[in-house]
């Protein structure tokens, strides 16, 4: 990732953060007080410093501004002219960002409106540490106790609802974060995101996401869209076919995947440049390291095979290309926290945390002992309160808006904003239904235009009617374009149960090629001294697998990938 990695301290000389801010630096700068180093990416790290360097600013990520008929990523003058004011107004600034600024001894910190880009930091003896990097922050303060409150809803439910850190002792900057460091102490605050009054028109919608996927550059930029058979890619290709200049298109997967043969023809049909990546697994201890490294700088996000399986980003960035994502389309598709909805408002509000667990459960694999899921359920329940408090924010509007309400101010920083850093570290990468801008327009949409997809897949049709021929990919199964998202879920889960289904066997060779290194560490004194683990679950759970049951890939993708990020974080 573009990264930021920041000591405050009278005591300066007793913190050497250079041993772990030495790969891939692009700006030091040290005053009596201050040692500050950023790195990354050049397109997504922006620094300007005074020539003595007592003052400056850093900004990692990117801001994306909308112009009236375009939008443009924000330059080294504009975000000086930002970040000169005495108050820097970053209301109108879309994109994904942290920005620090200093003078003197006064570090000040702003986060992007979503929470996209994150920062961490906590007091040290004599002064502070801040990063963008937890794990930076966890190694230079000495912090490795994971707080299994905190954690406990990133295991047990979909995502995390508030902005606490998983590591005791460190905090978080959230959505729309602000935060002074001085010598005397941090203040700090987060703002939960709120849509802006805005027209409920799907012609607007179309005017500011066609501006989204077409940004302005100061040089020549090619477009490179993330291509799949869902509906998401699909629009953000056919408002880029608008554009003055023609995008290219990747795919990542097996070329018998029905998502991958959708998006093939696709792009044969357009006689678009389109590259799909699917290369042979690396030799196990390079998986290894990819599934660590993943592990470390996604905070956990997803198992141990997510490190192969988004591994093509590094190559993909190293064309020079802008990288279009359509991830989280699905908001403006009443896709997310559906189960709560057969619930109802009054219920949610009204049961208890164990009895919603199951409208918000995630199944990973159960590997902890007792006094640990005592300690997790703790943990769930405080965040159900904090999701209780989110909802009755909105309890003036219907359920299902509250609901996709809930989804930008909860899943999207909690689970987006890693992979959206760690995609920073290779170059330009932005999801254009990500943005505050759009989530504006697209949720003051009615209902109606937002079920099913409809308005989606209306402005495909207007655009681009050829890309409504294909079929719609989901799921290792394929569905009629015109199908509802009952349709399509019904016709997948036939297919399956036929035995018509694709089957990824990504998590299988992985766990097949690393079996020696699975078994060995299941057997090693740093995981059976884990004092949190059932550490019978885990013998039981690695022996079974590698015995034939391969209906536990699952679960032990998801152990190896805790395992993996708590050594990473060295975490007890």
Request: charged share 25%.
């Amino acid at each position: 990732m573009s990264w930021i990695l920041g000591v405050l301290s009278a005591n300066l000389h007793q913190h050497d953060i250079s041993r772990i801010a030495e790969a891939s630096v692009l700006h030091a700068t040290r005053t009596p007080s201050l040692s500050l180093f950023a790195g990354g990416s050049h397109a997504t790290c922006l620094v300007d410093s005074a020539k003595d360097t007592t003052s400056g600013w850093i900004v990692v990520g990117l801001g994306i501004k909308l112009r009236e008929e375009h939008t443009s990523i924000l330059a080294q003058q504009e975000w000086h002219a930002l970040l000169s004011k005495q108050k820097p107004d970053l209301d109108d600034v879309d994109g994904h960002f942290v920005a620090v600024r200093w003078t003197d001894n006064r570090v000040e910190c702003f986060s992007d409106r979503l929470g996209l880009r994150e920062l961490y930091f906590c007091s040290i003896p004599g002064g502070i540490v801040f990063s963008t990097r937890v794990d930076w922050v966890s190694e230079l303060a000495n912090l490795h106790e994971l707080d299994f409150q905190t954690f406990g809803v990133r295991w047990l439910a979909f995502n995390q609802f508030s902005y606490r850190s998983p590591i005791l002792g460190i905090q978080r900057l959230g959505p729309h974060g602000r935060a002074t460091f001085t010598l005397q102490g941090i203040e700090h605050a987060n703002r939960v995101w709120e849509p802006s009054a805005c027209d409920g028109d799907g012609h607007r919608f179309e005017h500011v996401l066609q501006a989204f996927t077409d940004p302005k550059f100061r040089e020549a930029k090619t477009v490179s869209v993330g291509l799949s058979g869902g509906i998401d890619s699909r629009l953000l290709l056919a408002l880029t076919l608008n554009s003055e200049r023609k995008p290219v298109a990747h795919t990542f997967g097996s070329p018998q995947d029905p998502d991958v043969i959708v998006a093939t023809k696709i792009a044969g049909a357009l006689h678009l440049d389109h590259h799909v990546y699917d290369e042979p697994l690396p030799e196990a201890s390079q998986c290894i390291v990819l599934a660590k490294e993943f592990a470390a700088q996604t905070i956990l996000k997803e198992p141990a095979s997510g490190g192969i399986r988004f591994r093509y980003y590094e190559k993909l960035a190293a064309s020079g290309r802008v990288v279009v994502d359509g991830a989280f389309g699905e908001v403006l598709r009443r896709q997310y926290y559906n189960r709560l909805l057969w619930v109802g408002r009054d219920r949610v509000l009204r049961l208890s945390h164990r009895q919603l667990l199951p409208f918000l459960q995630a199944p990973r694999v159960d590997i902890f002992s007792d006094e640990a899921k005592e300690s997790m359920m703790r943990g769930f329940e405080r965040e159900v309160e904090y999701m209780k408090d989110l909802l009755r924010l909105t309890q003036h509007l219907p359920f299902e808006d509250a609901l996709d309400i809930l989804a930008v101010q909860a899943r999207i920083p909690n689970y987006a904003g890693a992979e959206q850093a760690r995609m920073d570290s290779f170059g330009i990468c932005y999801m254009p239904f990500c943005q505050p801008t759009i989530f504006d327009a697209g949720l003051a949409l009615p209902l109606s235009q937002r079920r099913n997809g409809r308005l989606l897949k209306e402005i495909i049709r207007s655009c681009q009617p050829k890309l409504a021929r294909f079929p719609l990919a989901q799921g290792g199964s394929t569905s009629p374009f015109w199908f509802s998202t009952t349709a399509r879920i019904l016709t997948r889960r036939a297919k399956i149960k036929l035995g018509r289904g694709f089957v990824d066997t990504t998590t299988h060779d992985f766990l097949h090629h690393v079996r020696e290194f699975v078994r060995d560490q299941a057997r090693s004194t740093c995981v059976t001294s884990f004092g949190m683990y059932d550490g019978k679950k885990i013998q039981s759970l690695v022996e079974t697998y590698y015995r034939g049951e391969q209906g536990f890939a699952h679960q032990l993708d998801w152990w190896l990938g805790f395992e993996l990020w708590r050594q990473s974080m060295k975490l007890h």
